[in-house]
């Protein structure tokens, strides 16, 4: 196996210890050739810690929460109840009634925007007032803004690109500016992998008064991430690309910020009161939950977070840099090979997008599928993105705790099949 230099001792950090939980990594596909998964910012792969949860959830505790008072409710609950705490302290949550669950990191943006756009002053986003986001956003952090913009006469406004994918925040004060209610952008790009500079945005953003939100979808899994330190009002993310099942997401925002502004949702389990004539809301975190909750993928990402946490986020973090370092290393000595984004390991995550000459990424993809290597092909819902760099699509190779250098041996290897299947 390909070793990498400077790599974490095998007592600190023992991929092939962390491969052996993940039962999907052993399948094989096309006439025996063992699955390359290179596919981890669009979904990661479960343990079998987290499929373990899920089946002891379903088999010996399944019910409804919060409202029962027989034992299998009581049961669930606390399951449900534990997943959150678990969550809180994963992202140095000040209150686990500041954690909300959704089904997606999507759903949490959502949840915000129409928050801000109902409430009442100071926060309300109406028309005279201006939102901010970036070019290199997921569609999931442009369209539920451009929808409030629609809707409430707000004017969108965003930071553009520079030629090597990072944020141009030249023109940051005339970008941000006292009429600024909301700034939301991602803490790392899931198309490029660029780190974002927090800091000068959200000190930008506080001198002004804004909310700042963080989209922290491709950072949670990667990296540690405390809520705390990022001085942020919102924070989203997603379970299934931590290790946790589908349909589960967060939603961190400050606990003042939460009892002040209005729900999104109405239904059971978010009220305090209701009468025919008015309903009064239960405190943060339910009354942003209504109805029954994603109970058993909460009960999944729970695991999740344990799994991670066992592991160490500080040490993921290291593995995946090194290895990410390999990998922009390798990749760079494929002709006619252009990375989309920045050229250096430094200030990026995991996750590469490149072309490969005039070949469309969707015959680079579907070529590699057929050696058994996963990869993603596409805009990767952030089309903004392919349209500043004059490209139609990429091919996005992304790594994650468990991806190893032979892996992005066998990607290399199959970009030069690739090239020599064309011509």
């Known amino acids: 196996m390909t070793q990498l230099p400077g790599l974490l001792t095998a007592s600190s950090y023992d991929v092939e210890a962390i491969r052996k939980d993940f039962p999907l990594l052993d399948r094989q596909v096309h006439d025996g050739k063992k699955v390359v998964y290179l ?9 079998r810690q987290v ?3 899920l089946n002891a959830y379903y088999e010996r505790h399944n019910a409804n929460v919060h409202r029962g008072v027989h034992v299998l409710a009581e049961e669930a609950t606390a399951l449900y109840e534990g997943a959150r705490d678990k ?8 209150s686990r009634d500041e954690v909300i669950f959704t089904k997606n990191a999507s759903e949490s943006l959502n949840l915000v925007a129409n928050m801000l756009g109902w409430a009442d002053e100071p926060y309300r986003v109406d028309s005279g007032t201006e939102i901010v986001i970036t070019e290199m956003e997921h569609h999931s952090n442009i369209v539920p803004w451009q929808l409030l913009a629609q809707r409430t006469g707000a004017k969108l406004k965003w930071f553009g690109l520079t030629d090597d994918g990072r944020l141009d925040l030249s023109e ?11 700034v939301s952008f991602t803490l790392v790009s899931n198309i490029m992998g660029t780190v974002n500079p927090v800091e000068a945005i959200v000190r930008r953003a506080q001198e002004v008064g804004a909310l700042v939100v963080v989209d922290a979808s491709q950072a949670a899994p990667h990296m540690p991430l405390d809520v705390q330190a990022l001085q942020a009002d919102f924070v989203a993310f997603t379970g299934h690309k931590m290790c946790g099942p589908t349909g589960i997401g967060v939603l961190w925002g400050r606990q003042e910020l939460l009892n002040d502004l ?5 239904g059971g389990e978010m009220i305090e009161t209701v009468s025919m004539h008015h309903s009064t809301y239960a ?3 339910h009354k942003f939950e209504a109805g029954t909750p994603p109970i058993a993928q909460a009960v999944g990402l729970g695991a999740a977070v344990d799994y991670l946490s066992s592991i160490g986020m500080d040490k993921i973090a290291a593995y995946e840099h090194t290895l990410t370092e390999y990998a922009v290393r390798r990749l760079k000595e494929v002709p006619d090979l252009r990375i989309i984004g920045p050229v250096t390991a430094e200030d990026r995550g995991a996750a ?8 469309h990424p969707h015959d680079v993809g579907q070529v590699l599928d057929e050696q058994g290597i996963a990869v993603r092909v596409g805009h990767h819902c952030a089309r903004p993105v392919c349209l500043r760099y004059g490209i139609p699509a990429t091919t996005r190779a992304s790594f994650y705790l468990y991806s190893t250098p ?14 020599n299947f064309f011509g």
């Open 87 to 94: 969550v809180a302290a994963f992202v140095n949550a000040p």
């Open 172 to 182: 940051i004060d005339r970008i941000i500016t006292d009429r600024t209610k909301v």
């Open 39 to 47: 596919d981890n910012a669009a979904t990661s792969q479960k343990p």
């Open 352 to 359: 590469i997008s490149f072309t490969l000459g005039d070949i």
């Open 283 to 285: 405190p943060a975190p």
């Open 406 to 419: 032979a892996e992005v041996d066998a990607l290399v290897d199959g970009l030069e099949h690739v090239r």
């Open 262 to 266: 209005p729900p999104f949702l109405g």
């Open 51 to 53: 499929l373990d949860a």
